[in-house]
């Protein structure tokens, strides 16, 4: 008995001791694959996309022969022609608008006036001269209504006989822009600016601070961007937060005054785009 019983407990010893050297020497099994969610202590913020409304203080008005017209026959107008390409919306002024929304933001504000011009380019210049020499002040189809919401005010137009048309007049005397800071954009012919800004400046009220302006040549329209993103970055305003009308006035007024004496020895013509 005594015998038996040693031979068993050495079987089971030897048995044991093969487990543990099978166990030691084989590759443990690969874990299953698991995904597992991670969950912040709060929640995370979302990412800040640029607010398209940022500019919410800023105004873009402008005034263009395109919007304020009639073209029975759209496909007909060569659009290549220098004196009819600007008839058809958006027109060249729009363009420049919708260029500076782009970097400043800001609202867009269409000046239309209550009786369209004609699309014939003579007979638009015609009506333009009479406006200017009666120094008309043509009736518009609506207003900014809040125009109190705005503490800078880009206002844009064509070069019309040497100045501004007559309806760019009327938008200012119909607006209080006491304070406003107001930055001129004009497309032109050949003419430059002549005497829009001087003109506009002498309407504007005495605290209002006008930047220096940038004119783009019609043909040059297709560059425009470049040329209006430089001019911007060029008067040193950051537009998120508005200038300080008062502290730039006086260092506007001396570059407005380099500005028109510079147009005025141009070669001034008149084109309405």
Same mark, same amino acid.
């Given at each position: 008995?005594?015998?038996l019983? %040693?031979?068993?407990?050495?079987?089971?010893?030897?048995? *044991?001791?093969?487990? $543990?050297?099978?166990?030691?020497?084989?590759?443990?099994p690969?874990?299953?694959?698991?995904?597992?969610?991670?969950?912040? #202590? $709060?929640?995370?913020?979302?990412?800040?996309?640029? =607010?398209?409304?940022?500019?919410?203080?800023?105004?873009?008005?402008?005034?263009?022969?395109?919007?304020?017209?009639?073209?029975?026959?759209? +496909?007909?107008?060569?659009?290549?022609?220098?004196?009819? %390409?600007?008839?058809?919306?958006?027109?060249?002024?729009?363009i420049?608008?919708?260029?500076?929304?782009?970097q400043?933001?800001? #609202?867009?504000?269409?000046?239309?006036? *209550?009786?369209?011009?004609?699309?014939?380019? =003579?007979?638009?210049?015609?009506? /333009?001269?009479?406006?200017?020499?009666?120094? /008309?002040?043509?009736?518009?189809?609506?207003?900014? =209504?809040?125009? *109190? +919401?705005? +503490?800078?005010?880009?206002?844009?137009? !064509?070069?019309?006989?040497?100045?501004?048309?007559? /309806?760019?007049?009327?938008?200012?005397?119909?607006h #209080?822009?006491?304070?406003?800071?107001?930055?001129?954009?004009?497309?032109?012919?050949?003419?430059?600016?002549?005497?829009?800004?001087? #003109?506009?400046?002498?309407?504007?009220?005495? =605290?209002?601070?006008?930047?220096?302006?940038?004119?783009?040549?019609?043909?040059?329209? !297709?560059?425009?961007?470049?040329?209006?993103? *430089?001019?911007?970055?060029?008067?040193?305003?950051?537009?998120? %937060?508005?200038?300080?009308?008062? %502290?730039?006035?006086?260092?506007?007024?001396?570059?407005?005054?380099?500005?028109?004496?510079?147009?005025?020895?141009?070669?001034?013509?008149?084109?309405?785009?």
């Amino acid at each position: 008995m005594i015998a038996l019983l %040693a031979a068993l407990a050495l079987t089971l010893s030897l048995t *044991a001791c093969g487990g $543990t050297e099978q166990e030691e020497t084989q590759e443990p099994p690969a874990a299953p694959s698991q995904s597992v969610a991670v969950l912040p #202590d $709060t929640p995370s913020e979302p990412e800040e996309t640029p =607010d398209a409304a940022e500019g919410s203080g800023i105004l873009i008005a402008y005034f263009t022969w395109a919007d304020n017209t009639v073209v029975e026959n759209p +496909d007909g107008v060569d659009v290549d022609a220098t004196t009819s %390409a600007s008839v058809l919306v958006p027109g060249n002024t729009a363009i420049m608008a919708q260029f500076i929304q782009q970097q400043v933001g800001g #609202d867009l504000f269409s000046i239309r006036v *209550a009786e369209p011009y004609s699309s014939d380019y =003579d007979e638009c210049l015609d009506r /333009a001269a009479d406006e200017k020499a009666e120094n /008309a002040r043509p009736k518009l189809v609506e207003t900014v =209504d809040n125009m *109190a +919401d705005y +503490d800078i005010v880009f206002l844009g137009f !064509p070069n019309w006989w040497y100045t501004c048309p007559m /309806a760019i007049f009327s938008f200012v005397e119909q607006h #209080d822009l006491s304070g406003k800071t107001v930055v001129p954009f004009v497309a032109h012919g050949t003419g430059g600016l002549s005497s829009t800004i001087r #003109d506009l400046t002498a309407a504007l009220p005495e =605290d209002a601070a006008v930047l220096e302006p940038v004119g783009i040549y019609r043909d040059d329209m !297709p560059q425009a961007r470049e040329t209006i993103s *430089a001019w911007l970055d060029g008067l040193g305003v950051d537009f998120s %937060a508005g200038p300080d009308a008062e %502290a730039m006035q006086e260092e506007t007024a001396m570059r407005m005054t380099i500005t028109v004496d510079g147009q005025n020895k141009e070669n001034l013509q008149h084109n309405p785009l």
